[in-house]
T-cell receptor, first 114, second 113 residues
Framework: AQSVTQLDSQVPVFEEAPVELRCNYS??????LFWYVQYPNQGLQLLLK??????LVKGINGFEAEFNKSQTSFHLRKPSVHISDTAEYFC????????????FGGGTRVLVKP | EAQVTQNPRYLITVTGKKLTVTCSQN?????MSWYRQDPGLGLRQIYY???????DKGDVPEGYKVSRKEKRNFPLILESPSPNQTSLYFC????????????FGPGTRLTVL
């Protein structure tokens, strides 16, 4: 069964500093990869997704992620964060062999400090 | 406006009192799913539905029921709630499972005393 590990449960970061959120998954078959963001008291919204093609994926709000098949990772980055990026971020994976079932990581809470 | 709605948003109940959380989407999506969110565990899938009258268990189905009689609605039923079902619940929908963006409802915070 696939699993998703987000290595950091909380990441404090100063405004305008870069941030990287780490995500590793366990799967031996083709996967689709997603990052979702959850702002306080809201549902989840899609930031970006990787289905195929270029391993560097650009999403909304200046975020990007890189798919590394050999390391089974899909880390999320932003070069300069804003206060409004304070939220919880979830990595998710689906694999064709599992009927495209989506499995989420435990989440990383990002707190942007002024 | 394309959206997924859930009701109620907040609910406090007692052990054993049957309840239903409604979910409705207006995007004509085939796929719908229920998740529960618990601290440190991310979102875990309870049940999902590939289409009308087609439902299946997710990772944590015990204590829950669902039905999909119409494409737009996917209610979650707790026949006899217990305190370990206290959680934040999300309904989501998408065109296809696992490939397309899932659109999430605003969440239902359930407390079972």
């Amino acid at each position: 069964a696939q699993s998703v590990t987000q290595l950091d449960s909380q990441v404090p970061v100063f405004e305008e500093a870069p941030v990287e959120l780490r995500c590793n998954y366990s799967s031996s078959v083709s996967v689709y990869l997603f990052w979702y963001v959850q702002y306080p008291n809201q549902g989840l919204q899609l930031l970006l997704k990787y289905l195929s093609g270029s391993t560097l994926v650009k999403g909304i709000n200046g975020f990007e992620a890189e798919f590394n098949k050999s390391q089974t990772s899909f880390h999320l980055r932003k070069p300069s964060v804003h206060i409004s990026d304070t939220a919880e971020y979830f990595c998710a994976v689906s694999e064709k062999a599992a009927g495209n079932k989506l499995t989420f990581g435990g989440g990383t809470r990002v707190l942007v400090k002024p | 406006e394309a959206q997924v709605t859930q009701n109620p948003r907040y609910l406090i109940t007692v052990t054993g009192k049957k309840l239903t959380v409604t979910c409705s989407q207006n995007m004509n999506h085939e796929y719908m799913s229920w998740y529960r969110q618990d601290p440190g565990l991310g979102l875990r899938q309870i049940y999902y539905s590939m289409n009308v009258e087609v439902t299946d268990k997710g990772d944590v189905p015990e204590g829950y029921k669902v039905s999909r009689k119409e494409k737009r609605n996917f209610p979650l039923i707790l026949e006899s709630p217990s305190p370990n079902q206290t959680s934040l619940y999300f309904c989501a929908s998408s065109i296809l499972a696992g490939v397309d963006e899932q659109f999430f409802g605003p969440g239902t915070r359930l407390t079972v005393l």
